[in-house]
């Protein structure tokens, strides 16, 4: 994903699948799922003075369920981020 670099202290995530879930054999359609709150680090800013960047390309995150900026691109669902909106890596 290297066309898309973030710019300061923002990070561009590829967020989790959600699951698909049944209710009483009822397929929930996929504008009533629940957004997902973990994904993947695609690509990071470089930081700014105040706020070193402390995530890099890979790290697998948790994130708030109503965090940053949904978008599409070449046909791929990506979330774009501040670091500050993170909660934590996955280990």
């Known amino acids: 994903m290297s066309k898309i670099q973030p710019l300061g202290d923002r990070v561009l995530v590829k967020a989790a699948a959600s699951e698909e879930k049944t209710v009483g054999g009822i397929i ?4 009533a799922k ?5 994904g993947e680090v695609i690509a990071v800013g470089a930081g700014t003075k105040d706020e070193p960047m402390l995530l890099q390309p890979g790290d697998q995150i ?3 369920k ?12 990506y979330q774009m981020m501040k670091q500050s909106d ?5 280990k």
Do not use: H, Q, T, Y
């Open 66 to 77: 109503w965090a940053g900026s949904d978008f599409e691109f070449d046909g791929e669902k």
């Open 86 to 90: 993170i909660w934590a890596v996955i």
């Open 28 to 31: 929930i359609p996929d504008n």
């Open 62 to 64: 948790l994130f708030g």
């Open 34 to 38: 629940e957004k997902p709150n973990r």
